[in-house]
């Protein structure tokens, strides 16, 4: 009798806690995609009241197929990925590790690889917009002092250029929010397991491969499934320093075209109808991958 | 007992005085003129004598309404009037560019304003009231107030002309000789922002003259293709030009303000955009003895169909379902009435629609402009090359950009363009 007593206690205290967070989770994340779902089916422009809207059941969905800018966008978008993807945790925990292994001013090591972090996302743009102007850009200024004057360009401006030169920026901008959970993990490593390797007269690339990096798998999965969400979210970066150009839609992100279809082409159905796409196949990637990270992770 | 009767008295005392002066605001609000918003584009440094002018009009208690100038400088803009002329309340003046004005005007979302015009007796261009409507207008409506007029223009910088002692260009052939002593001398010739609108300003300077409004009347109803053998033309002649080295090739990496700073810097000899532009140029060059002019006469082809390329900035607009629609007319009988205007021409150095008032003209370019539109004020002069949806107009300036870049060839960027336009007609 105490213990049932007990438990609807519990119970009414978790909900009690949890409701506050439902309820903002479900009117701000739930809700709009519900909204984003339906309108999907429907032909509303966006220039007029919804309630005009006819529906219009997959027609929206069946388009995407016809689509040659939205085709550009998701080659963009994979190869924008998979350069991220392979980049931005390999580098977080190169970094990570190197400031872990150093001894003196640690603190102050972290704190300036971090800083990309903390700088807001049109404050690294400007920034990186002017370090890749081509008038007088600091870029092509270093290039024209170390004799290399024939390799400038106007890195965002030029098509063969734009694409790398948004990831690099998008690589210098991320490192640092991953390399914080890896030093997190890196922190948790047991100590007396390195000593172990290191007295078996393990090399350092050895006990890196055989004790630190089987040690934070959670971490890593983690990071993995979070930049694989990141990269298909890219939004703000691309929007404001090439708007999808220059030519032929050479750096345009799912996420970009979907905004721009919605709002500025006036086609709000079939930009959230890309949207849903974009939704779902993120929530499937992403639960594929926790699944594998934590089986391999238990293993 | 007492300080129960004292609480009461109080709470009577407090409930009187809140009652009264509830009275005393509605008895004033009945009183108050009502405000008119006008949502504007542009930043306030874009129209720097309208805040002196708003004041003292709302000074003046004989005017009929408040006028209320919210300047939001482009940044989300389209995104900020495409919710709020969805709502209940929308703000009784809107400013919209070209494409975005087509797509309400289309929808009925905009108030027919021709009796509104003559009622207050502005002889406006009519060659800038001929597209003041959809592009399938039968009826001519008049959809919004065209605002400045502006000639899609080639500035050059006379001290270098002078220095080298070169003649203004006036065709395909001296623009080459002329780029050509340039380059020479170490500098670009035309330089122009091809990351954006510049890009498809070159094509308009060339299709207005080659291929004329029709064509593209006729594409924009279905009756025609974007990529018609007269368009192609007109867009080679452009890629000849880039090819002389006549519109240096760097300008594909250009924003506007990219070129403008290579125009300023006496880099670049010329530079192609509309007359508008004057204004970032002035800003630019202030403080220096930088002097400029355009090129008042300058034909792509022979026999042109039109001397210039003539467009109007924006469209100043009522949304149809504007709750004080008096209040609304009101305010733009103003903004848009002679004192208003004979300002901006003086201040701003800006060609206004009705010729009477463009009197007071100092500015080098907008006087040359003013001779360029009095023989091309025309409906058939008109720049409509980018009266098309905002996707369909990206392509075409992308396209413009790679065929400068060396990439596709004029054929291929209108190719490109149709496709995306029809793409876009059956998805929606």
């Given at each position: 009798m105490k213990r049932s007593i007990r438990q609807h206690r519990s119970t009414k205290w978790f909900l009690a806690f949890l409701t506050p967070a439902l309820v903002v989770y479900t009117l701000f994340w739930i809700l709009p995609i519900l909204l984003t779902g339906i309108i999907s089916l429907t032909d509303w422009k966006g220039t007029s009241r919804l309630a005009t809207a006819s529906f219009v059941g997959l027609k929206n969905f069946q388009n995407l197929f016809h689509d040659s800018i939205l085709s550009t966008a998701v080659i963009n978008n994979l190869l924008y990925g998979l350069v991220m993807i392979i980049a931005v945790p390999v580098m977080s925990f190169i970094v990570a590790y190197t400031i872990e292994s150093f001894v003196h001013k640690k603190v102050f090591f972290r704190t300036v690889a971090y800083l990309p972090a903390i700088l807001p996302g049109i404050v690294t743009v400007l920034l990186w917009k002017w370090i890749y102007?081509?008038?007088?850009g600091l870029l092509n200024q270093f290039l024209d002092l170390i004799g290399l004057d024939k390799w400038t360009t106007g890195w965002i401006t030029n098509s063969d250029t734009a694409l790398g030169a948004v990831t690099f920026t998008s690589i210098w901008k991320t490192v640092p929010v991953y390399f914080v959970l890896f030093m997190a993990g890196l922190q948790a490593v047991p100590q007396d397991l390195i000593e172990a390797a290191v007295l078996d007269g393990a090399s350092r690339g050895q006990t890196i491969l055989h004790v630190t990096l089987p040690s934070i798998r959670r971490v890593t999965t983690i990071v993995y499934t979070l930049v694989f969400i990141d990269t298909f979210r890219v939004f703000e970066l691309v929007y404001a320093m090439t708007n999808g150009g220059?030519?032929?839609?050479?750096?345009?992100?799912i996420l970009t075209y979907a905004y721009k279809t919605t709002f500025t082409n006036s086609n709000a159905s079939y930009g959230m109808a890309i949207s849903m796409v974009l939704i779902a196949l993120i929530i499937v990637v992403a639960a594929l991958q926790m699944k594998l990270g934590n089986r391999l992770a238990d293993d | 007992m007492s300080k129960k009767l004292f609480s009461m008295f109080l709470a009577v005392v407090l409930s009187m005085s809140l009652i009264l002066c509830t009275g005393v605001a509605s008895a004033q609000s009945a009183t108050e003129r009502p405000t008119v918003r006008v949502y504007i584009k542009w930043s306030e440094a874009q129209l720097p004598n309208w805040p002196a002018l708003i004041d003292a009009y709302n000074a003046d208690a004989t005017n009929p309404v408040t006028i209320e100038a919210n300047y939001f400088g482009s940044e989300g803009y389209d995104d900020k009037v495409k919710a709020e002329l969805t709502s209940d309340d929308p703000p009784e003046i809107v400013q919209l560019m070209k494409t975005t004005f087509n797509d309400y005007a289309a929808n009925g979302d905009l108030l027919e304003l021709t009796d509104f015009i003559a009622q207050n007796g502005w002889d406006y261009n009519k060659g800038a009231l001929a597209w003041a409507g959809p592009l399938n207008n039968p009826d001519n409506g008049v959809y919004g107030i065209p605002d400045f007029a502006n000639t899609s223009c080639i500035f050059y910088n006379t001290k270098i002309f002078a220095d080298l002692g070169l003649e203004v260009p006036t065709d395909v052939e001296s623009l080459k000789a002329v780029a050509k002593t340039l380059n020479e001398k170490g500098y670009k010739a035309i330089v122009t922002g091809a990351t954006n609108w510049c890009a498809a300003d070159l094509l308009a300077k060339t299709q207005a003259q080659l291929v004329g409004s029709g064509l593209l009347v006729k594409a924009y109803n279905g009756e025609a293709k974007y990529n018609d053998p007269s368009m192609v033309q007109a867009l080679q002649i452009v890629d000849d030009l880039v090819k002389a080295n006549a519109i240096d090739p760097s300008s594909a990496d250009y924003t506007d303000d990219d070129a403008i700073a290579e125009f300023v810097s006496g880099k670049a000899a010329m530079y192609s955009a509309h007359t508008g532009m004057a204004t970032s140029i002035d800003s630019v060059a202030a403080g220096t003895d930088f002097s400029y002019n355009i090129i008042e006469k300058f034909n792509f082809v022979e026999n042109p169909l039109s001397s210039v390329a003539v467009t109007w900035g924006s469209m100043w607009c009522i949304p149809k379902n504007v709750k004080n629609l008096d209040a609304a007319k009101a305010a733009m009988s103003f903004l848009w009435g002679e004192t208003v205007a004979k300002n901006d021409v003086e201040q701003l150095g800006k060609i206004v629609n009705v010729e009477a008032w463009n009197a007071g003209l100092t500015h080098p370019v907008a006087l040359t402009a003013s001779k360029q539109l009095a023989g091309a004020g025309t409906a058939d002069s008109f720049y409509l090359l980018d009266m098309v949806s905002s996707k369909v107009m990206d392509n075409l300036c992308k396209g413009i950009q790679e065929m400068i870049q060396g990439k596709v060839t004029p054929q291929q960027v209108l190719d490109n363009t149709q496709a995306i336009w029809e793409e876009e007609s059956a998805q929606k």
């Open positions: 102007n081509p008038s007088y220059p030519g032929y839609y050479n750096t345009e992100m | -």
